[in-house]
């Protein structure tokens, strides 16, 4: 009855949660966008006028296609809408073509995908289990739950200002989540396999889908004491399973393995010859090595340690360069990347198996994945910071300790994605809008949790207030001194490294949360 109660009364709040949002990207249309609107209008252009078997190949512009098929098949379907918006923009020689009807049209397109992300979040509240019964709807779990998906700012910027198909994306997977909770697994396992065929960045959670379907769908029973049934194991459920992998595998990858070019899109797809660190520094472990690096090499010189001849130039003045050379510390090489991700995502997934604690133990083995990767990948995006910030949300409205840990990661996570935006005019709009997203999030998980101790210890408190200084000094304090010339990259340097130690330390926090929690032993087999 709770659920339907909140089927009829829900409607019209969630609606309007969702109407608003919609009126609020319409309104960020004219704003800035980036490279990113190029790419997707180069890739448009591509679908639109090139025969399958040069999609992967072609390369008048810069930006070449290098996301897996299933997206370049969006791109084609979108192109066939586009044609009646500007011809043009589907030209391929027309680099950075932007008339009015290119950026309605692209800027639409986005608006409109993210249908898929709405309708997702909507089935992830009817997952959250509202236990209190709030008599004020502002107060119900599903409620703040909805306002923080629906509403968050770090998708709101990358997608709607930046310009990029995060939502429709996350809809897909957050969809695949809320199958997975309502033990509609092989749905769940679909929706994730087609996720994975659209944008491979999300193979950092698969681990978690991998070992939870395994744990809960394969295996059909569980001991008195929580451990695994052995003889439960069901061939049939892992046949099926390894069908729908393989199907939806065969329906984007074949093609191109009939013309004999999987290699060439692989190696579109996993571009190693960039460098460890996006032209940005990620707010992760290796921005915290970089920076060590750099203070080494400065203090090195002071006390004549090192040879000023034997410096790589670009090490100390450019700053942010893609290719960065390690002066002190050894370099990094994509292998080791690899090695520190394998290693930091190894204890979430024991954990998922030897502790299973249902979807919420599969959420937080998700949120690890997420974070690990991101703290020790190769030529990390900042924007991947959001992959673990949208399920940590599901988390969040359902415990006092995730909650505070949430509010550590989303505030430092969204602060980081601020040097993306740096147009003086988007200044106020970013500003505005991460504040009222940060206290929203503040305030409604304060007042959830009113009767538990407090969210966030007073250090906690005290790095998250010394982002308002940090942006101050950034923003308007730096430009105006005489170093602006000789470092620019000093605002960027300090918005990484601070908020790496937050993410760091939400990171940590979350791994020792996860790792010292009891076994709630259920006797019943499930």
């Known amino acids: 009855s709770a659920g339907r109660a909140m089927a009829a009364g829900g409607r019209s709040w969630f609606r309007a949660l969702a109407l608003g949002v919609s009126f609020l990207k319409c309104l960020l249309i004219p704003a800035y966008y980036s490279t990113d609107f190029e790419v997707h209008r180069n890739w448009l252009a591509i679908t639109h006028n090139l025969p399958l078997s040069q999609w992967y190949y072609e390369a008048t512009s810069e930006w070449t296609l290098d996301y897996p098929p299933f997206f370049a098949w969006f791109e084609y379907a979108l192109s066939h809408v586009a044609k009646y918006f500007d011809p043009k923009m589907l030209v391929i020689e027309n680099l950075n073509y932007t008339s009015r009807a290119t950026i309605f049209f692209q800027r639409f397109s986005v ?25 004020d709807i502002l107060e119900k779990p599903t409620f703040i739950l909805a306002v923080l998906l629906l509403w968050n700012f770090g998708l709101l910027i990358v ?42 960045i999300y193979v950092y959670v698969a681990p978690a889908y991998g070992i939870y379907l395994l744990r809960s769908y394969c295996f059909t029973a569980n001991n008195a004491d929580g451990s695994l049934k052995w003889r439960s194991f069901s061939l049939l459920h892992v046949t099926l399973l390894g069908l729908i992998v393989c199907l939806v595998s065969a329906l984007s990858l074949g093609p ?102 249902g979807p919420r133990g599969f ?34 409205v359902q415990r006092a300790k995730d909650a505070g840990i949430y509010l550590i ?76 010339r000789h470092f ?26 996860v790792l010292t929690e009891r076994i709630s032993v259920r006797p019943k087999a499930e």
């Open 409 to 484: 990661l989303t505030t430092t996570g969204h602060f980081s994605l601020f040097p993306l935006l740096f147009t003086l005019p988007e200044l106020p709009i970013k500003i505005l809008l991460m504040l009222l997203f940060t206290v929203y999030s503040f305030s409604s998980l304060k007042s959830l949790f009113r009767r538990e101790r407090p969210l966030l210890n007073w250090l906690e408190t005290i790095y998250l207030i010394q982002l308002v200084p940090l942006e101050i000094f950034c923003e308007i304090i730096f430009p105006l001194t005489p170093w602006k």
């Open 256 to 357: 191109f393995i009939v013309l004999g070019q999987l290699p060439q899109v692989m190696s579109r797809l996993f571009p190693f010859k960039r460098g460890l660190c996006h032209a940005y520094w990620a707010p992760n472990f290796w921005a915290l090595y970089n920076a060590m690096d750099k203070a080494l090499t400065i203090f090195g010189l002071k006390c004549n340690l090192l040879d000023p001849t034997k410096i790589p130039k670009a090490s100390m003045t450019g700053g942010l360069v893609q290719e960065f050379q390690h002066t002190v510390l050894p370099s990094v090489t994509p292998l080791a990347t690899l090695i520190c991700t394998f290693i930091s995502i190894l204890p979430s997934v024991f954990c998922l198996w030897f502790k299973p604690q």
């Open 159 to 200: 997608d709607h200002i930046h310009f990029q198909y995060n939502g429709f994306l996350f809809g897909l997977m957050l969809l695949s989540v809320a199958r997975l909770c309502q033990k509609r697994y092989l749905e769940g396992a679909l929706l994730f396999a087609v996720l994975l065929h659209f944008k491979h």
């Open 363 to 396: 959420l937080q083995c998700l949120v690890l994945c997420a974070l690990s990767s991101f703290m020790f990948g190769w030529h990390v995006h900042e924007k991947a910071i959001l992959l673990a910030i949208l399920p940590l949300s599901l988390l969040s």
């Open 488 to 513: 620019p990259f000093v605002p960027l340097l300090l918005t990484s490294v601070y908020c790496a130690l937050g993410v760091t330390y939400a990171w940590l926090k979350l791994y020792v949360s």
């Open 111 to 135: 608006i409109f995908t993210d249908i898929l992300f709405i309708y997702a979040v909507r089935e992830c509240c009817r997952c959250v289990n509202g236990k209190r019964a709030a008599k």
